[in-house]
């Protein structure tokens, strides 16, 4: 599975967008992009996935550039009930459920 | 649906004792993870079940650690016997197989080893 690079820390005010970048320049065509978060002394949480195509759900929305290189998570109102660290994991289809994950990016809400 | 459950929640145990950590996934889900996460390594994969069969167990550190599925619906992390080295925070995951489907994970449990 490819791996991938996200900053280790970033804030942002309460009531505006969070936007979380995450780079994965060796990507495979199988590769998902998958975004899970961990709020502080909870299990991680599934939020979004994708394969080419942008994607949005209830909690978040999922760029991902046309070259499948990089995409970012964007929570469109930050709440404080945002603060968490969020991971960014790449995964192919045929793996059968093994995800890797990084040190993830600590998004600090403010209010 | 009640997510995963996972017990204890917290174990506090002094070294050279055995330590059973427990997980019932969610209903209906077929594949089984055990995530161990520290300060220093993160959060990594110790073994996953598909169909109650281990598929990877490559994670799992060494000897002293032993994983069963016996059905469905329960699993079992066993250490014996423990060292401080293994205090962290153990979570179990589950989800269906195959394809892209998402991990559900309990809320872990907080082992210490003194």
Not at chain 1, 26 to 54: A, F
Not at chain 1, 57 to 86: F, G, Q
Not at chain 2, 7 to 25: A, I, N
């Amino acid at each position: 599975d490819a791996k991938t690079t996200q900053p280790p820390s970033m804030d942002c005010a309460e009531g505006r967008a969070a936007n979380l970048p995450c780079n994965h320049s060796t990507i495979s065509g199988n590769e998902y992009v998958y975004w899970y978060r961990q709020i502080h002394s909870q299990g991680p949480q599934y939020i979004i996935h994708g394969l080419k195509n942008n994607e949005t759900n209830e909690m978040a929305s999922l760029i991902i550039t046309e070259d499948r290189k990089s995409s970012t998570l964007i929570l469109p109102h930050a709440t404080l009930r945002d603060t968490a660290v969020y991971y960014c994991i790449v995964r192919a289809s045929s793996n059968t459920g093994k995800l890797i994950f990084g040190q993830g990016t600590t998004l600090q809400v403010k209010p | 649906d009640a997510g995963v459950i996972q017990s204890p929640r917290h174990e506090v145990t002094e070294m050279g004792q055995e330590v059973t950590l427990r997980c019932k996934p969610i209903s209906g889900h077929n594949s089984l993870f055990w995530y161990r996460q520290t300060m220093m390594r993160g959060l990594e994969l110790l073994i996953y079940f598909n169909n109650n069969v281990p598929i990877d167990d490559s994670g799992m550190p060494e000897d002293r650690f032993s994983a069963k599925m016996p059905n469905a619906s329960f699993s079992t992390l066993k250490i014996q016997p423990s060292e401080p080295r293994d205090s962290a925070v153990y979570f179990c995951a589950s989800s269906l197989s195959g394809g892209t489907y998402e991990q559900y994970f309990g809320p872990g449990t907080r082992l210490t080893v003194t």
